[in-house]
């Protein structure tokens, strides 16, 4: 959708509104539409240029979700009863066809402000309203401010020496030019910089159309195969929506919010056979079934999280035809920083081929680190006091983001105070229920840090927190009230809980943006909630229940 479809402000014009909505992902989309009908005058700001979120920034090539249908989709039926799919895991501009078809079915634009980005807000204690501004300067005023702004709304550019000094093109995965300036990788010299989820897509799409890719690693991904397959639209999408409504709800109660959880039984529980067969068929399975319905034990036993990495490591080499690249790409142990399971894997299609293909040079950063960028290319130790130059057209920065609270703290937010939000977690994320924090009322969080969030699919999520959040707007207008706030001693006590939780299992010890590890200086603290979608679900309602215990109505 273009930008003309949203609401349009002459500078300065204030809207009152009950809620503003900010961002335009699943969880904004959700909101905003149920909201509405609901009754409520709500109106959405998105930074983008249309609906999606992070799907419509991230539009490097070959990015694609990693969830498998149908579980990468809204519930309600109105949206999936015409519409059909064509991959089992869809690519970006798959997904932009879905939202603007979203769009289409819930009529959602109209209240959508695009290409702006909420810049600060402030509460006035009077009458318990947030003043929000915007770099358009059209300024909202609104009862409640809910940000859907997503885990991944603030990047990490790293601290290369010479960066900016670059001639070609250099952008972040999540920032590539798009339209007139897009960006043409035909034959061009190209480097990635980071091997995540980002960077394993990007290298394995730019590999075969570039002249030369070189590939800058710091910690090899652990990657699974994707599986991917066309999906038959007649037959089994027709038939497998008969089961749709049975696995939106099945989806609420299994951990991650697919159909299955993590098998009950613990890895040495089992004979090293009935072990190995199950490994077997979740390989064969794909996508995060190696992972996510692995044994119970996987990510906090550190031995049964090595004996599967040797199975991880051993179904990579197979596929690996030049040894010298063993090392790098899949050694003898566990990345140091890297146990099995404790980092996001990549679901990969046909990295291992490609990394290999003689255009393509690995630069193991630990071997071989970056001195400088120059304007014609990224300089590296050789070792022996030896550098080389590689000469390149193109940076492609993979290098992830500050998960969780950066895409809160980036927005200049006072609450009751003087302390802005991002002074208040200067020192760690505090947050009741991952969904409000004192000193901020009638501030709510969608999909934010110490919430379920990155530990399960942004669709399930989405509409758990979203109903809840629904609820808790609609019993406040019964109830007279105007205004919600968190407790202080409800913060500490969940932030404690999610730590809690985090540290039962081997994440503390990963350099992962699961626990802020990536960001240099941000605290290590659980990122998000990991305890599973039920559990989850339980607290928010348990709270609701108990007459919004910890929270402070009026
Ligand atoms: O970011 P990441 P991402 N010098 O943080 C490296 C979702 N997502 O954008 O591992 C050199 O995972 C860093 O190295 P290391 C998904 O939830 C989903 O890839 O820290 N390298 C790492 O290799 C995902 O988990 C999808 O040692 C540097 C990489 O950059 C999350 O977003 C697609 C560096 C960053 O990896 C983030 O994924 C994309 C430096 N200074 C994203 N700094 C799909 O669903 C960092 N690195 C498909």
């Known amino acids: 959708p273009a930008a003309t479809n949203g609401v349009h402000h002459e500078n300065g014009e204030i809207e009152d509104l009950e809620v503003l909505v900010v961002g335009m992902g699943f969880g904004g989309i959700y909101l905003l539409y149920n909201l509405r009908k609901k009754g409520y005058k709500v109106r959405a700001v998105e930074a983008g240029g249309g609906l999606g979120g992070i799907w419509w920034w991230n539009s490097y090539p070959g990015a694609r979700v990693d969830t498998s249908l149908p579980f990468y989709e809204l519930s309600d039926e109105a949206l999936w009863k015409d519409w059909t799919w064509k991959e089992r895991f869809p690519a970006q501009e798959e997904l932009q066809q879905y939202f603007q078809h979203v769009d289409k079915v ?283 130059e590689c000469s390149l057209d193109i940076i492609v920065l993979a290098t992830g983001f500050d998960a969780g609270s950066g895409s809160l703290t980036k927005i200049d937010i006072h609450g009751t105070t003087g302390q802005s939000l991002k002074e208040k977690w200067t020192k760690g994320t505090r947050t009741h229920l991952g969904i409000a924090t004192a000193g901020f009322p009638n501030l709510l969080f969608l999909y934010g840090p110490q919430s379920p969030g990155a530990f399960a699919i942004g669709p399930a999520s989405a509409e758990i927190q979203g109903d809840w959040i629904i609820s808790c707007l609609e019993d406040l207008k019964k109830l007279g009230k105007t205004r919600i706030e968190a407790l202080t001693v409800a913060e500490e006590r969940w932030a404690k809980l999610t730590n809690d939780l985090m540290n039962m299992t081997l994440i503390p010890t990963s350099s992962s943006w699961y626990i802020g590890a990536n960001v240099p200086g941000k605290v290590r603290e659980a990122t998000n909630y990991i305890g599973g979608l039920p559990a989850y679900t339980k607290a928010i309602y348990d709270c609701s229940d108990n007459g919004y215990e910890g929270f402070v109505l009026n």
């Open 106 to 388: 819930w009529n959602l634009s109209k209240d959508v402000q695009y290409n702006t980005t909420v810049t600060g807000a402030r509460f006035d204690q009077e009458q318990n309203k947030w003043t929000v501004q915007t770099d358009v300067g059209t300024t909202f005023k609104c009862r409640y401010l809910v940000l859907a702004t997503g885990f991944a709304a603030k990047e990490v550019i790293p601290d290369i020496k010479g960066l900016e000094t670059f001639k070609g093109p250099a952008f972040h995965t999540a920032k590539m030019p798009k339209g007139k300036g897009a960006i043409d990788f035909q034959g061009r010299r190209v480097a990635v910089i980071g091997t995540g989820a980002s960077g394993v897509q990007v290298i394995q799409e730019l590999g075969p159309i570039v002249q030369q890719l070189t590939v800058f690693q710091r910690t090899p991904n652990l990657a699974l195969p994707m599986r991917q397959r066309k999906l038959n639209e007649e037959g089994e999408q027709a038939r497998g929506k008969r089961d749709y409504k049975y696995l939106f709800e099945l989806r609420k109660r299994t951990t991650a919010g697919w159909d299955y959880s993590y098998n009950p039984k613990k890895t040495f529980e089992v004979t090293p056979e009935e072990r190995n067969a199950l490994w077997e068929e979740l390989w064969e399975k794909g996508g995060f079934n190696p992972w996510l319905g692995n044994f119970s034990d996987l990510m906090s036993n550190r031995e049964a999280s090595d004996l599967m990495y040797a199975f991880w490591r051993d179904k990579v080499r197979q596929r690996i035809t030049r040894p010298e690249l063993i090392d790098d790409l899949c050694p003898d142990t566990a990345p140091s920083g890297s146990p099995f399971g404790t980092k996001r894997p990549s679901l990969e299609q046909r990295f291992y081929e490609v990394i290999q293909q003689p255009n393509v040079e690995l630069v193991n950063l630990n071997k071989r680190p970056i001195l400088e960028v120059t304007p014609t290319g990224i300089v590296i130790a050789e070792g022996n006091n030896a550098t080389k």
